[in-house]
């Protein structure tokens, strides 16, 4: 039967694929041809089933081991305390305070308003930019004009509103002085 032989040729021809897929050892056998008995066929591998190679089998059929997990993500650093600095000013009277990247911008007779900015500095000063918002920060003693404080900066701040000045830094008061 020629449909026959063709069908064994087709099966020898897929079996070296199939072990290879299966990461088998393959041992040559000899096939007899059926039309001439007494001639090989072809050489083929096959897989070797001896005691040895059970255990491999037994790895093949089961299922592959489950993906690792995957690594935890360690929590976000606990960032610093955020920048703090505060101005003020008189007449008008005006306070902004800055914490972190937000400046907030308070006077009595208006709403507040807050504007994000980005801090710059140089040996000369110290600049808190924002879109429609300036405030530079030089060192040198101020008064408010209001008390006998005597502030660490001068501070001006400049808006879509104009400029207005004062100080800022840490304040020193004449009782705090000594004698």
């Known amino acids: 039967m020629p449909g026959r032989a063709c069908g064994k040729s087709a099966l020898a021809a897929l079996l070296p694929l199939l072990l290879a897929a299966c990461n088998a050892e393959p041992a040559k056998v000899e096939t007899v041809r059926e039309d001439?008995?007494?001639?090989?066929?072809?050489?083929?591998?096959?897989?070797?089933?001896?005691?040895?190679?059970?255990?491999?089998?037994?790895?093949?059929?089961?299922?592959?081991?489950?993906?690792?997990?995957?690594?935890?993500?360690?929590?976000?650093?606990?960032?610093?305390?955020?920048?703090?600095?505060?101005?003020?000013?008189?007449?008008?009277?005006?306070?902004?305070?800055?914490?972190?990247?937000?400046?907030?911008?308070?006077r009595p007779d208006k709403p507040p308003r807050s504007f994000a900015v980005s801090r710059n500095g140089d040996e000369r000063a110290i600049r808190y930019l924002g879109e429609g918002f300036a405030m530079t920060i030089t060192p040198g003693p101020c008064s408010d004009g209001m008390s006998d404080a005597i502030w660490s900066d001068q501070v001006s701040v400049a808006f879509g509103e104009g400029t207005l000045n004062g100080c800022g830094g840490d304040r020193q008061d004449p009782e705090d002085e000594p004698l």
């Open 36 to 106: 001439n008995p007494g001639q090989p066929a072809a050489s083929v591998p096959i897989i070797n089933q001896s005691i040895g190679n059970s255990q491999n089998a037994a790895e093949a059929d089961s299922p592959p081991p489950p993906p690792a997990p995957a690594p935890r993500r360690q929590p976000a650093p606990v960032p610093a305390p955020a920048e703090r600095y505060r101005a003020i000013g008189t007449e008008p009277f005006w306070a902004v305070t800055v914490k972190g990247s937000t400046a907030l911008l308070e």
